[in-house]
Every structure is written in C-alpha cells, then in structure tokens.
C-alpha cells in the first residue's frame, strides 16, 4: 500500500493543501487526488488553534467516504465529539476557535458539518492497524504489547500519550519518551507532541512538526519512509515544542 500520512493539522488548511500538492496531488472536485493512486493517513488533531478547523474537516470527512483516507482520532477530535454530542467540555485549548467557526454558520450548516464529523469519528478506529500489521497510525503512539487490544488505558496512552498525572516546569502535563522503548518490528506513525524535526526513533515516527505554532506541517510517504514538509505560515512559539533526544 502507497500512503501518505498527515501530521497534526489543527486547521491550517492553507499548509494542508500546500503539502497534498508537494506530494504530487491534483484536487479535483474539491478533493486530492494523486496519479499513482495514493491514499492519505491522519494523525488525528484535525481542529483547533488554526484558522479552518471546519475546513480540513470537510476534506478528511469527503476524503473518507471515497475510501481515500485513513482517520485517527487525537485527543483535540475526542474532545470536539464530546462537545458536538452535547456534552460539558471546557472550550479552551482551542477548542474555543472551532466552536467561534461553528456559532458563525447557519443552523443548517451547522448540523451538517456536525454531522459529517461525528460520522468520521465514530467510523474510526482508535487506532488504525494497515498493511498486514507492518504499519501502526496512532494520535500520540501506542505500546508494542498493546497493537491489537483495546481497554480504557490504551485509549488513553493513545489520545494523550504516556503521561504520568504530573506537571512540568512550563505547566504541560509530564509525558515520557514512550518511543525510546519500543521494541516492535511495525512502524509506529504518530503527532501530538509537536517536535522541530519529524523524529525517527526506533519503528516510530513522530510526524507533528507544530504546523500551528508556526514549524512545519510534514507528511511522511509510506513505505518510501520520506518525509515531506510544507512551511507554515502561523506565528511561531518555541515554547510549545518539545523535542526528546
Ligand atoms: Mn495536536
């Protein structure tokens, strides 16, 4: 399979649609399209912080129902389903841009693109297993031990990563270095955790370059394994970035 996965996004759709056409995409009726027929993968964290969080929503929800695209959840989609199902979320953490593009349509509108987004969700894996196990797409990764099961902790470790309850100095939730211990033979494809530089480590691959906090957006080609990257136009703010050696 020839794929092409998606770091975070978080609603920079100008880069989004910049890097689908680095990649050798032509968008044709609305969607991306690629000659050797190519399919997209997303890390999840479609919304939030960026400019069209609704946007890339439409694109990865049509993506989806033409069979082009695989779909993880991040921790920022979790929490816009909870609120689209109504439920009490705290709108913070960008969560309150999305919301502000939501409250500016139409009724109409509104339920349409809600309904788009819950369907992406609730059709998606918490994590995606591709290519006869060779290949793992998970928000923020996923233990070696833990492919192929799910329980209330692995959906955790896979929305939030490997983090311990603490506080750091910067006042970000403590989370380990997860991938300087994985000993599985399947790639591991992840974001979350925005890093300058896409990080190789072990069969991991952290692919959240921090497009939103003004680094690059990057995709990385499966199984070329190259990395592919579209600088973002967004303000840069260093302190969100947290690079592990
Ligand atoms: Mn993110």
């Given at each position: 399979m020839l794929i092409d996965i998606i770091g975070d996004?978080?609603?920079?759709r100008k880069e989004w649609v910049a890097l689908t056409e680095k990649l050798g995409y032509k968008w044709t009726d609305g969607l991306p399209v690629h000659p050797d027929g190519r399919k997209l993968g997303f890390v999840g964290d479609?919304?939030?912080?960026?400019?069209?969080s609704l946007g890339v929503i439409n694109d990865v929800y049509h993506l989806f129902t033409h069979d082009a695209a695989y779909y993880v959840p991040g921790n920022h989609c979790n929490k816009l389903y909870r609120y689209l199902k109504g439920n009490n979320v705290k709108i913070i953490h960008g969560l309150e841009t999305t919301v502000d593009e939501l409250n500016r349509l139409d009724s109409d509108e509104k339920e349409l693109i809600t309904k788009k987004f819950i369907e992406l969700y609730e059709k998606s894996p918490l994590y995606q297993v591709l290519d006869n196990g060779k290949l793992v797409i998970a928000h923020a990764g996923i233990r070696h031990k833990d492919i192929g099961k799910l329980s209330k902790q692995i959906t955790t470790f896979v929305l939030y990563?490997?983090?311990?309850g603490e506080i750091n100095s910067k006042g970000l939730p403590v989370r380990r270095d997860w991938a300087r211990e994985y000993n599985g033979d399947a790639w591991v494809v992840y974001g979350h955790t925005p890093v300058h530089q896409v990080r190789f480590k072990n069969q991991t691959?952290?692919?959240?370059?921090g497009a939103v906090f003004g680094n690059l957006l990057s995709a990385l080609r499966y199984p070329e394994m190259e990395v592919v990257s579209i600088q973002s136009g967004m303000d840069f703010i260093e302190e969100k970035f947290r690079d592990f050696d």
């Open positions: 996004i978080h609603g920079c479609l919304t939030d912080r960026g400019p069209d990563g490997d983090i311990t691959v952290n692919i959240d370059t």
